[in-house]
């Protein structure tokens, strides 16, 4: 099983700031294989990013995905008010399927 | 628009069984691959299992906790997705999310809870 582990557990920022979330791996995944989600309270996870690079659908270019072989990240360049949420980082290359544990990204 | 709309979820005790239904509209549910992720209450997302579309074998497959205690299924007939949930332990307690794609999840549910508890 391929664990995905995620830091920082919480990342405290105002607005405006870049938000750099970063997601490891325990063994290596194929870019095309990693996938980002923001989950905000209530609410079920919205798909950001897939093939580790690309945006889904909707999704603003202040989101980027990055990374290759055991390392993964995610940018939000300007945090908006609505990005403050957690994140989850996700990997399809191999059964089973698995999440990272999330970062929180919360309001400074 | 592409709509999953999960319900079945309640109260059970331990030991017990639940189906869970997700009816879909919006696309070509026949065509999908589709999933079940669960979220224990304050706790992260968790892959439940996966059916492949008909025309790709219909295969499920699952995650090991849920292993010979959940089966997943499909009527392409109704749209509709289950999961049937037996031999349900404390542990199984969560929102249960419908979502389409068998690799990545590009729309989810709004999820239903299952709550396992004596």
């Known amino acids: 099983e391929v664990v995905l582990t995620q830091s920082p557990g919480t990342l405290s920022l105002s607005p405006g700031e870049r938000a750099t979330l970063s997601c490891r791996a325990s063994?290596?995944?194929?870019?095309?294989?990693l996938a980002w989600y923001q989950q905000k309270p209530g609410q079920a996870p919205r798909l950001l990013i897939y093939?580790?690079?690309s945006r889904a659908t909707g999704i603003p270019d202040s989101f980027s995905g990055s990374g290759s072989g055991t390392d993964f990240t995610l940018t939000i360049s300007r945090l908006e008010p609505e990005d403050f949420a957690v994140y989850y980082c996700?990997?399809?290359?191999?059964?089973?399927?698995?999440f990272g544990g999330g970062t929180k990204v919360e309001i400074k | 628009e592409v709509q999953l709309v999960e319900s079945g979820g309640g109260l059970v005790k331990p030991g017990g069984s639940l189906r869970l239904s997700c009816a879909a509209s919006?696309?070509?549910?026949?065509?999908?691959?589709m999933s079940w992720v669960r979220q224990a209450p304050g706790k992260g997302l968790e892959w439940v299992g996966r059916?492949?579309?008909?025309?790709?074998?219909?295969?499920?497959d699952y995650a090991a906790p849920v292993k010979g205690r959940f089966t997943i299924s499909r009527d392409d007939s109704k749209n509709t997705l289950y999961l049937q949930m037996n031999s349900l332990k404390t542990e199984d307690t969560a929102v249960y999310y419908c979502?389409?794609?068998?690799?990545?999840?590009?729309?989810w549910g709004q999820g239903t809870l299952v709550t396992v508890s004596a």
């Open positions: 059916v492949e579309s008909k025309t790709d074998g219909g295969t499920a």
């Open positions: 063994q290596r995944v194929s870019s095309s294989y």
């Open positions: 996700q990997q399809h290359g191999s059964s089973p399927l698995t």
């Open positions: 979502c389409r794609g068998g690799f990545n999840f590009d729309y």
């Open positions: 093939g580790a690079s």
């Open positions: 919006g696309f070509t549910f026949s065509d999908a691959w």
